[in-house]
């Protein structure tokens, strides 16, 4: 099978080392792909989120099934290009992508299939929105319709900074994202994602995570991509990832079936767990970057049968064969992400580590320049180690860290503290 992975990051590395385990991938190419990626795979430039030009790559190297790792080249409709000129392809098509491209969308299809979520408002105007922050008072959240890269979310713990927040919002910080906004009760709680396959009729859940949002240790500072993860998630316990299926994930599938654009491929599902009781946050329609590390170091080769029965509505007949261990991931980043950081210093020491089915190094933002490896990115480096308990993963995961030499870099030495209180 001639594979092609559509993306850049430390997802789309850790999606490319799960497949070619499998003895079914013949040849793999990454678009753009890295200097990590590069060692193990063949990278090709390509516009990602260009319907045509993927398509046309797919026919030109002879590509058997795409994987579209980001969310950009989906919200933009390359998946259903691709359908449409007979590919087989793992990803949403444009319209059920929309579960991560537009909040109030969701949560509509929260509303129609009876979810529990927080309770909201939808706003095109400033001044309705306002009227309801007072009317409901604070802590609340106020968030940009669209796609904001992960920005468009204010926790906004008066109504003075809500109100702020909704003017920021219609005023343009956020372009187009910010041109409708919801405005959310604000849930307590812990967070935990879980990751589930859907072939448009069938869901199979396939593992849970967390990760560290928060550039600081002990989760402070500015929010980011994620400084890194672990999985599982034990907060997410079977009680409660059998009510969120339940309660959440296949009813809204159904919904979106019934109202013909079922959905395809991996749902990220942001829960918010209190009391036993989880409440959907937010769904991405993609794995998570980086929660991809710590899943295919878990899942490994089946990682492609799984994607491929998605891709072919078999999912009823695929299973998981789950392995009683724990993965860890800590993200090396520039100094100064998530604000400027400087780009092309060199990073050592990576050749000295060991890569195997329970270490690897990640790469997301590197480049490779005369035999050297070169940050050009925030996030650089996933550290990725996989053990029987979640402590020795993580021990393994830090020495790795120790050992690489890039002083122009960062990490955090708490991730994980969640699950050793
Ligand atoms: P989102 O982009 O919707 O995932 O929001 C980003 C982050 O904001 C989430 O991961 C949560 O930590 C937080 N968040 C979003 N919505 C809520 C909410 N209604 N209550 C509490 N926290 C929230
Ligand atoms: N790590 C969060 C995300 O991928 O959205």
Redesign the pocket.
Request: hydrophobic letters at 35%.
């Given at each position: 099978m001639n594979i092609l992975i559509l993306g850049s990051g430390g997802r789309e590395h850790a999606l490319a080392w799960a497949v070619m385990q499998n003895p079914k991938c013949d040849k793999l190419i990454i678009a753009p792909g890295n200097a990590g990626i590069a060692q193990i795979a063949d990278c090709a430039s390509l516009d990602i989120e260009s319907g045509g030009a993927v398509v046309n790559f797919a026919e030109e190297n002879a590509i058997d099934f795409v994987i579209v790792g980001p969310e950009a080249p989906l919200a933009a409709g390359v998946a259903d290009r691709l359908r449409d000129a007979g590919v087989l392809v793992f990803g949403p098509s444009e319209a059920a992508a929309k579960l991560e491209a537009s909040?109030s969308f969701t949560k509509e299809i929260c509303d129609a299939a009876n979810a529990p979520?927080?309770a909201?408002g939808h706003f095109s105007d400033a001044q309705a929105a306002k009227a309801h922050v007072r009317k409901h008072g604070a802590p609340t959240?106020v968030?940009a319709d669209g796609l904001a890269a992960?920005k468009?979310?204010i926790?906004a713990m008066t109504e003075d900074e809500a109100i702020a927040a909704i003017d920021d919002m219609f005023g343009g910080a956020f372009g187009g994202a910010g041109a409708e906004v919801v405005i959310?009760?604000?849930?307590?709680?812990e967070?935990a994602s879980l990751f589930v396959l859907v072939d448009g009729e069938d869901v199979l859940a396939i593992g849970s995570a967390q990760d560290h949002?928060r550039v600081g240790e002990g989760d402070t500072g500015p929010?980011t991509g994620g400084m890194g993860a672990y999985s599982p998630a034990p907060v997410l316990t079977t009680e409660i990832e059998a009510r969120a299926m339940g309660e959440i994930v296949k009813p809204m599938m159904r919904v979106m079936a019934d109202r013909g654009m079922p959905y395809q491929g991996v749902l990220y599902a942001?829960l918010?767990i209190k009391d036993g009781v989880p409440r959907l946050?937010?769904y991405?329609v993609r794995f998570g970057d980086p929660e991809c590390q710590v899943l295919m170091m878990r899942l490994g080769a089946q990682a492609l049968d799984l994607m491929q029965a998605v891709a072919e509505g078999r999912l009823s007949e695929a299973k998981v064969n789950w392995a009683d261990d724990h993965a860890i991931t800590v993200v090396l980043a520039a100094n100064g992400y998530p604000e400027a950081y400087e780009k092309g210093t060199e990073i050592k020491g990576l050749d000295t580590l060991p890569e195997d089915s329970s270490n690897m190094v990640f790469h997301a933002g590197t480049k490779r320049d005369s035999g050297k490896v070169l940050a050009v990115g925030g996030r650089v480096l996933n550290v990725t180690a996989r053990g029987a308990t979640l402590p020795e993963a993580r021990d393994r995961a830090y020495e790795m860290v120790d050992a690489i030499d890039w002083p122009e870099g960062f990490y955090r030495r708490d991730i994980g503290w969640r699950a050793f209180d």
């Open positions: 909040k979520t927080a909201y959240v968030k992960g468009g979310v926790i959310e009760e604000f849930m307590e709680g967070e949002k929010n942001g918010m946050v937010e991405n």
